[in-house]
């Protein structure tokens, strides 16, 4: 077994960085050579895999993820199972750069976000915030043998912060420009604008969830095609619809747009409940099937729109997309309409969109161990600047 006493004695790591995220579809892991800390930081993406996961296994992070069903019996299963999940990822991204197990120096691991609670909630008497990630570290340090740093959100939230967004710290040190004011939008379940002014030091940087990005969508095409398909794969669905203006109006009513940032959001605003007043909006306004698809992708649009018009300030010189999102033809498309600016991916500067967010959690590990505060006191609200992470050895 590795020791933190073996790995600081290193020059570079071997970190493999893990997510599941809110679409639940699989886990990501990424494996990176990374030298450096904090703006020296240098990385390297070696191998990327994308394990999707079995219908079962996204069903019961969807039921779990509801928050009305599934007590501690389940969570306590599903936490280790889940473990298992995340160490087979890593096994398979091993065998896919071909490098054995026992040259992973680190594993960064942000878990599966079951239930978030930004802002506090009367429990007990005390006015509280929560959060719940699940996935075993431990079982991932037994099967590869070395340290592995997860539940990064609750040492920021135990600092007043909302635990999110955690991605712009990592953004900060990759995508930062003496020349232009660079725009983030990571389009993955949940949509999220990094905004990095021209020259910045890590304090200048704002970021916010800016509304649902796939996740309406997604729950949508999985009603409207009977459960055939997960995603609206290459926007097919959303290129054969029209926009209805009463539905998108109705949409952009929803109070989180104009909440003022630091904020952020979840399933737990845009999941069943947020579904089952879309269809029933939708029913009222006539809107067909395939209108509700094209109207709800024009949404996640609009919510970006509605973002860089209120709260980007500076406003960017170009936005950068990644996550899924990016993907999606008619997505796209609508957003280059929207925006006056250009619109580019991470691939046109050489990055992976798919792993971007599981790189981003090999640097916040490697950071962890070495001490280095990483999290933006700026974008999450915390008091002040924290190491986020518990490492299982």
């Not at 054995?100 to 005390?126: C, F, K, N, R």
């Not at 232009?180 to 389009?187: E, K």
């Not at 604008?193 to 095409?221: E, W």
């Amino acid at each position: 077994m590795k020791t933190l006493q073996d790995i600081l004695q290193k020059d570079s790591l071997m970190v493999i960085g893990l997510m599941s995220g809110t679409s639940a579809d699989g886990m990501d892991a990424a494996l990176t050579e990374i030298t450096g800390r904090s703006t020296a930081m240098q990385v390297r993406q070696i191998a990327f895999v994308s394990l999707p996961y079995p219908e079962a296994v996204r069903n019961e992070i969807l039921r779990l993820a509801s928050g009305k069903q599934g007590g501690s019996h389940d969570l306590a299963l599903f936490h280790f199972y889940l473990g298992h999940q995340a160490a087979d990822a890593c096994r398979e991204v091993c065998r896919k750069a071909g490098i054995s197990l026992a040259e992973v120096d680190l594993v960064g691991s942000h878990g599966q976000t079951l239930w978030h609670i930004p802002v506090g909630e009367d429990y007990l008497g005390m006015k509280l915030k929560a959060t719940l990630q699940l996935g075993e570290p431990s079982v991932i340090a037994e099967a590869l043998g070395c340290p592995v740093v997860s539940d990064f959100r609750v040492r920021d939230m135990a600092a007043g912060g909302l635990g999110a967004p955690l991605v712009p710290y990592t953004e900060y040190l990759l995508y930062r420009r003496e020349d232009r004011c660079v725009g983030l939008q990571n389009i993955g379940g949940i949509g999220n604008l990094t905004i990095i002014p021209r020259g910045a030091d890590l304090k200048d940087v704002s970021a916010f969830d800016t509304g649902p990005g796939n996740m309406v969508i997604d729950q949508l095409t999985e009603i409207v095609t009977e459960g055939k398909q997960h995603y609206d794969a290459d926007g097919k669905l959303a290129l054969a619809g029209q926009v209805s203006s009463a539905l998108l109006s109705w949409m952009m009513e929803d109070p989180y747009l104009s909440a003022l940032p630091p904020k952020t959001t979840g399933r737990e605003a845009y999941g069943d409940a947020y579904i089952s007043r879309f269809l029933s909006t939708a029913r009222e306004l006539n809107v067909s099937a395939p209108d509700m698809i094209t109207t709800a992708t024009a949404f996640t649009v609009e919510t970006i729109r509605y973002a860089m018009d209120h709260f980007c300030h500076p406003r960017p010189e170009e936005l950068i997309v990644g996550g899924g999102g990016c993907r999606n033809p008619a997505l796209m498309s609508m957003l280059r309409k929207r925006l006056d600016l250009p619109v580019l991916c991470n691939e046109d500067l050489g990055y992976d969109s798919d792993a971007k967010e599981a790189v981003a959690f090999a640097m916040l590990a490697a950071e962890c161990i070495h001490g280095v505060c990483n999290n933006v006191p700026a974008v999450t609200g915390a008091a002040h600047p924290v190491v986020m992470g518990k490492i299982s050895i």
